[in-house]
Every structure is written in structure tokens, then in C-alpha cells.
């Protein structure tokens, strides 16, 4: 098959490559979002773009491709595999193709539908991620099921540990239904509506850690938000001073997933208190604590908890925000 690949980010680059080596199928051509100017500065070019000067495959970055249909027919494709691409595609663009489009998502479907599937079922407590090959519909990430592939998640692996797992595995799914597609044998199965649910783009706001939460809830949405927002919380270091100084109020950041303890101390506190500031950071939250190891404040570098706790005067008793 002639394939267009559509992708950008890291999460699309296994089954790039995989579709770019394979005996059976050409990709003639890359297509990827052009590089974005964020406050004056161009960032750098997408891992997808990076891979395709790699092997060879030629480049293609309009700003939307929806813009661009008659642009694509020229290539004549069989199929377009889209992944982490990060457009909505036509009905135009979809019918530019023999086989119309593909798309690996980073979930198992209809479950966590958007851009950042494996943050949310993290987020949520999920402890099996999976992908799923769709044909693609103008609807987002709603298109008929054809192949789903999962994998056990751990408590001590985060969102940055699950997606190049998670990408690996999708690769020779995608192999699969192309040969499937070839060979007239390829099925699917519509999705239940009823049992979709979204995960919409992470926000920077995100990431602030709630105390009333569980301890389970604190350390999931660590994870889940690694390596970006990140999470954080504040401490006010002198409570009850009006207006609040913004020198007295720090920004920290965890840089360990939080240990739920499974012998918490028995001090009763409001969720938010710090009930040890020693070898590590004990806080308790609205149902168990949580541990931190080492910690770092806004715009400082990464601490252990021994050492912020004695330059900056942590205390047992006192309150997180």
C-alpha cells in the first residue's frame, strides 16, 4: 500500500518507522504540523519531521491540511495512518485515499477520547493502558474499532514511562490491519457512545495538588501529569500576615511520585498538614498521607528534603496550600 503518514509528536514515531522499513508498504510521504513560534522562538522541529529526514521520506508541513485536499490527491494515496497528528481531518481529506484513514489512539477506545488519553487514564486510576487502531471519522476519535492492544500499568510508572511502552505496542497493530485491508479480511466494531469518555488537552493549572484528595489521587495525578504540567503546591511561610507577600509564598514542585504510606502516622490534621519535615516530607491529605523525597522551588534547583527543609524552615505542623 501507498501510505500518508500523519503525525507529530514522539508517541507516532514506532509505527513510522515500522510502516517506513516494512517489505509490503511504501510510505511516500510525511505530513506534520510546521513549527510553532512561542514567544518569538521558533520550537524545534517534530520528532516526526526529525525521523523522516532519517529515512528518507518526503516532507510535507501545511498549516491545515483540510485546506490542502487537492494538494494531497496529487500523491494518490491507498491509506492515511494518522497518529498524534493533532488535526481533525475532513470528510474531503478522508475520501482522498482508497482505503480512507487510520488512526492509532493512545487508549483503549471509546474511553479517553482526545489529546492526552494516557495522562488521564493515569489521572483516573487506571491500571490497564492500552491502544486502539480506529477508521477514522470527522467525529473525534469515534470511528469504528478495528484492533485494541493493553498492557498492566504499574504504581511507580508515569505517563512518560507508559507512552513509548504504549507506542511500541501499537506499531505491528497498524501493520496488521493494513495487511488485513489488502487481503479483504479486515472487521470492525462500532463504538458504544454511552461508554465514551474525554480527555481534553492538559492545562498548566492542571497540575495543583488538592490536599482534600485521597493520597491514591495525589500520587496518580503526579503521575499522570509527568513530564508536564508537573504538579505543585504552595506554602505560605508566614500564615496569617495580610496582604500575603509574594516572597513568602512558594511554588514547589514534587520530584518523586508521592508514597502512599501504608502506616500512616497517627496524628489527626486537617488535609495539607505537614505532620513530618525530616528524611522525607509527610502530608496529609483528605484520606491517608503521602511521602515526598526530594522537592524543588520554583525557579531553584531539585532538593532532597533534608536539605530544603534546613534552608528554608519547613516544620512539621505547618500548612500547605
Same mark, same amino acid.
Given at each position: 500500500? &501507498?501510505?500518508?503518514?500523519?503525525?507529530?509528536?514522539?508517541?507516532?514515531?514506532?509505527?513510522?518507522?515500522?510502516?517506513?522499513?516494512?517489505?509490503?508498504?511504501?510510505?511516500?510521504?510525511?505530513?506534520?504540523?510546521?513549527?510553532?513560534?512561542? &514567544?518569538?522562538?521558533?520550537?524545534?522541529?517534530?520528532?516526526?519531521? @526529525?525521523?523522516?529526514?532519517?529515512?528518507?521520506?518526503?516532507?510535507?508541513?501545511?498549516?491545515?491540511?483540510?485546506?490542502?485536499?487537492?494538494?494531497?490527491?496529487?500523491?494518490?494515496?491507498?491509506?492515511?495512518?494518522?497518529?498524534?497528528?493533532?488535526?481533525?481531518?475532513?470528510?474531503?481529506?478522508?475520501?482522498?485515499?482508497?482505503?480512507?484513514?487510520?488512526?492509532?489512539?493512545?487508549?483503549?477506545?471509546?474511553?479517553?477520547?482526545?489529546?492526552?488519553?494516557?495522562?488521564?487514564?493515569?489521572?483516573?486510576?487506571? @491500571?490497564?493502558?492500552?491502544?486502539?487502531?480506529?477508521?477514522?471519522?470527522?467525529?473525534? %476519535?469515534?470511528?469504528?474499532?478495528?484492533?485494541?492492544?493493553?498492557?498492566?500499568?504499574?504504581?511507580?510508572?508515569?505517563?512518560?514511562?507508559?507512552?513509548?511502552?504504549?507506542?511500541?505496542?501499537?506499531?505491528?497493530? $497498524?501493520?496488521?490491519?493494513?495487511?488485513?485491508?489488502?487481503?479483504? @479480511?479486515?472487521?470492525?466494531?462500532?463504538?458504544?457512545?454511552?461508554?465514551?469518555?474525554?480527555?481534553?488537552?492538559?492545562? &498548566?493549572?492542571?497540575?495543583?495538588?488538592?490536599?482534600?484528595?485521597?493520597?491514591?489521587?495525589?500520587?496518580?495525578?503526579?503521575?499522570?501529569?509527568?513530564?508536564?504540567?508537573?504538579?505543585?503546591?504552595?506554602?505560605?511561610?508566614?500564615?496569617?500576615?495580610?496582604?500575603?507577600?509574594?516572597?513568602?509564598?512558594?511554588?514547589?514542585?514534587?520530584?518523586?511520585?508521592?508514597? $502512599?504510606?501504608?502506616?500512616?502516622?497517627?496524628?489527626?490534621?486537617?488535609?495539607?498538614?505537614?505532620?513530618?519535615?525530616? %528524611?522525607?516530607?509527610?502530608?496529609?491529605?483528605?484520606?491517608?498521607?503521602?511521602?515526598?523525597?526530594?522537592?524543588?522551588?520554583?525557579?531553584?534547583?531539585?532538593?532532597?528534603?533534608?536539605?530544603?527543609?534546613?534552608?528554608?524552615?519547613?516544620?512539621?505542623?505547618?500548612?500547605?496550600?
Amino acid at each position: 500500500m &501507498k501510505i500518508v503518514m500523519m503525525g507529530c509528536g514522539p508517541f507516532a514515531v514506532p509505527v513510522f518507522r515500522a510502516l517506513a522499513q516494512s517489505k509490503k508498504h511504501e510510505v511516500i510521504l510525511l505530513v506534520s504540523q510546521p513549527p510553532r513560534e512561542i &514567544k518569538g522562538r521558533v520550537q524545534p522541529e517534530s520528532p516526526m519531521v @526529525t525521523t523522516a529526514k532519517e529515512l528518507g521520506v518526503p516532507i510535507w508541513t501545511p498549516d491545515r491540511i483540510n485546506n490542502h485536499v487537492e494538494e494531497l490527491r496529487t500523491y494518490n494515496p491507498d491509506i492515511l495512518v494518522v497518529c498524534d497528528f493533532g488535526q481533525i481531518l475532513s470528510p474531503d481529506v478522508l475520501a482522498s485515499a482508497k482505503f480512507g484513514g487510520l488512526n492509532l489512539h493512545g487508549s483503549l477506545l471509546p474511553k479517553y477520547r482526545g489529546a492526552a488519553p494516557i495522562n488521564w487514564a493515569i489521572l483516573k486510576g487506571e @491500571t490497564k493502558l492500552g491502544v486502539t487502531v480506529i477508521h477514522l471519522t470527522p467525529q473525534l %476519535d469515534a470511528g469504528p474499532v478495528v484492533c485494541q492492544a493493553s498492557m498492566d500499568v504499574s504504581a511507580d510508572q508515569t505517563a512518560q514511562d507508559v507512552e513509548p511502552l504504549l507506542a511500541q505496542l501499537g506499531a505491528p497493530l $497498524v501493520e496488521k490491519v493494513l495487511d488485513a485491508l489488502e487481503d479483504g @479480511t479486515c472487521c470492525c466494531e462500532t463504538q458504544l457512545e454511552g461508554e465514551a469518555t474525554r480527555a481534553p488537552k492538559l492545562k &498548566k493549572c492542571d497540575g495543583k495538588i488538592d490536599w482534600t484528595k485521597s493520597a491514591v489521587e495525589i500520587r496518580d495525578l503526579y503521575r499522570a501529569l509527568e513530564p508536564w504540567p508537573q504538579t505543585h503546591f504552595f506554602w505560605n511561610r508566614k500564615p496569617g500576615v495580610e496582604p500575603v507577600n509574594p516572597n513568602n509564598l512558594l511554588r514547589l514542585i514534587p520530584r518523586s511520585i508521592p508514597q $502512599v504510606l501504608d502506616e500512616p502516622i497517627d496524628a489527626p490534621a486537617e488535609p495539607g498538614t505537614v505532620l513530618e519535615a525530616s %528524611d522525607r516530607l509527610v502530608v496529609q491529605t483528605g484520606a491517608g498521607q503521602v511521602a515526598f523525597t526530594c522537592i524543588q522551588p520554583a525557579g531553584k534547583k531539585c532538593m532532597d528534603i533534608p536539605s530544603f527543609c534546613r534552608g528554608y524552615g519547613l516544620k512539621p505542623l505547618d500548612r500547605l496550600e
